[in-house]
């Protein structure tokens, strides 16, 4: 299993970095080249996600994407450390009424439906330290019989 581990500032500059690096590594790792584009805008969306969550909590931490080559799939996983709500309902971390007017809510709802469209496997997991996605797409054998 090979591994390619990426930090980055959360800053939208180095999103396009990563969704560059991400293609790169899913080529070499032998995803069909007709699906290089929807890694691509996949890893976009869940990186542009990531660097909102950070900027909009104020972290100064990196954001997290590790690029996992198995046997017989690519995987992506981008993580945040942002925390997250545990309810559906408003969370109030100190009893303050929430910040914002839910548009940073379903911007990210938006991120998620978007990679849910482009990704068949995927797997979204978030918790009070953060998040991550976890996206994976099939690989084409070396040499075939």
């Not at 999103?15 to 996949?42: F, I, M, P, Y």
């Not at 976009?44 to 046997?71: F, M, W, Y």
Request: hydrophobic fraction near 45%; glycine fraction near 6%; charge should be negative.
């Amino acid at each position: 299993m090979a591994t390619v581990e990426l930090l980055f500032s959360a800053l939208p500059e180095h999103v396009r970095t990563a969704r560059l690096v991400a293609a790169a590594v899913a080529r070499r790792a032998g995803v069909d080249e007709a699906v290089l584009d929807e890694v691509r805008l996949a890893v976009g969306e869940a990186c542009t996600r990531a660097v909102s969550l950070h900027q909009s909590n104020a972290l100064s931490a990196p954001v997290k994407v590790v690029l996992i080559e198995d046997e017989k799939k690519f995987s992506i996983e981008v993580g945040d450390e942002a925390p997250h709500a545990m309810s559906s309902a408003p969370a109030s971390h100190d009893g303050e009424p929430p910040a914002d007017d839910g548009t940073a809510e379903e911007e990210d709802e938006m991120g998620l439906a978007v990679i849910s469209g482009l990704v068949d496997d995927v797997e979204v997991t978030a918790g009070e330290v953060g998040g991550l996605i976890r996206m994976s797409w099939p690989t084409m054998p070396d040499s075939l019989p």
